[in-house]
């Protein structure tokens, strides 16, 4: 998902009122994983939904927007992002109980709190999201998904913001999902969604979110400045295997490393700028090409501008 390049500033007068958070030049490179990159042209922040909505109906169409959660899946560019970044905050974090087997979660909620909220509740099947580091506005759109579950196991509906400004209720056939991937479009939010699991014991599903958590703990750079997995995994294979034959486990471009824990994560060692990392995907890619054949395709979100 490439930004357009050349996109003129923005002038804060021709910006919609708002009632939440607007700042220009908002650095984005503490609020993602990598910790690099450059600013987004205007980071909203809206108060609530219909802050969102009437800030999307008003602003100009030619202005991109795109949403932004907790940031762990995404390179932004070092040249930034423009138009507008969507960051949605404590107002859109609540997940409530809607019955037995049902929650409806707000889009800023992290997978930690919904699977938390499903144990508490005695809802299983949910415990996958416990693993995902990011927000349920983000497992809807890339139909997020870890140990043999993803998001389309549980989705019933999602509520968006188009645009346009328009709210919309999607159900599960609207968006179109196969592996990490849906049919929204770009510019849309998505503001909450409701998951449906199956009745639970709360140990047995602490257990397995105990299971589940150790996983990774023990597969997974978790410690590091990464962007979690980096490629997909290509029919009949797996992405890590294929970097690993490629002879990629430890390779480096700067300060940007390919992790020697999970060779399907890269990291940023300390001072690695995201054109280091983007590169280094990129030549990762390349070897494993060479090597088996197979293109890999990124998983991780790329977005914003290439600097010369």
Not at 50 to 55: E, Q, T
Not at 272 to 278: F, H, V
């Amino acid at each position: 998902m490439d930004a357009p390049l050349g996109v003129e500033v923005t002038a804060v007068a021709e910006l919609p009122k708002v009632r939440g958070k607007l700042t220009a030049q908002a650095p984005l490179a503490p609020l993602v994983w990598f910790k690099s990159g450059g600013a987004a042209e205007w980071l909203f922040e809206p108060a609530d939904v219909d802050d969102l909505c009437d800030f999307l109906r008003t602003l100009d169409p030619s202005v991109p927007v795109m949403g932004l959660g907790l940031g762990s899946n995404m390179i932004v560019r070092d040249g930034g992002v423009p138009g507008v970044v969507v960051r949605l905050g404590k107002a859109f974090a609540g997940v409530e109980q809607v019955d037995a087997t049902t929650l409806r979660c707000g889009g800023g909620a992290s997978g930690i709190l919904v699977s938390s909220r499903a144990r508490d509740a005695g809802i299983a099947g949910v415990e996958f999201l416990r693993s995902i580091p990011g927000t349920v506005g983000g497992f809807v759109r890339m139909n997020g998904g870890a140990y043999g579950r993803e998001t389309k196991d549980i989705l019933v509906a999602c509520e968006v913001v188009l645009r346009s400004g328009e709210r919309q209720v999607l159900g599960l056939a609207d968006l179109g999902y196969t592996y990490r991937h849906s049919e929204l479009p770009e510019g849309v939010i998505v503001v909450s969604a409701t998951f449906r699991g199956h009745p639970g014991e709360p140990q047995a599903i602490q257990a397995e979110m105990d299971r589940i958590a150790a996983a990774r703990e023990e597969s997974q750079p978790l410690r590091s400045k990464t962007g979690g997995s980096t490629f997909k995994n290509p029919e009949g294979h797996k992405a890590w295997a294929l970097v690993d034959a490629a002879g990629c486990r430890g390779l480096k471009r700067g300060d940007a490393q390919v992790s020697e824990k999970h060779c399907n994560f890269l990291l940023n060692l300390g001072e690695a700028t995201s054109a280091d990392i983007e590169g280094l995907g990129e030549e990762v890619r390349a070897r494993v090409k060479a090597q088996s054949g197979v293109t890999l395709e990124w998983e991780i979100q790329r977005v914003g501008v290439v600097t010369k």
